[in-house]
């Protein structure tokens, strides 16, 4: 509640370092290409008009890949602060 109080009195963070770590992720090797699965994934279920498939699967590989990403730089960052 304090955190919602001080965001409402002093407006959203300019740079928000989390999603600043997850821009860069995203654009490392393998986050393109389970990016990439996504989209196609997005794209095949977008072009039918009925289908029991859903793109669950490819979401979470894509998040799976990227907040590893981030977890392997913030533990490199606190690595080198020690």
Excluded at 15 to 29: F, G, H, S, V, W
Excluded at 39 to 53: K, L, M, P
Excluded at 58 to 64: A, P, S
Aim: glycine fraction near 2%; aromatic fraction near 4%; charge should be negative.
């Amino acid at each position: 509640m304090v955190f919602e109080e001080k965001m409402i009195a002093n407006g959203e963070p300019e740079d928000d370092p989390l999603e600043t770590m997850r821009q860069k992720c995203e654009e490392a090797e393998h986050c393109v290409h389970t990016r990439e699965r996504l989209e196609q994934c997005e794209t095949r279920v977008g072009s039918r008009s009925s289908t029991e498939e859903d793109c669950t699967e490819e979401l979470f590989d894509f998040l799976h890949a990227r907040d590893h990403c981030v977890s392997v730089t913030v533990a490199r960052c606190n690595k080198q602060k020690y």
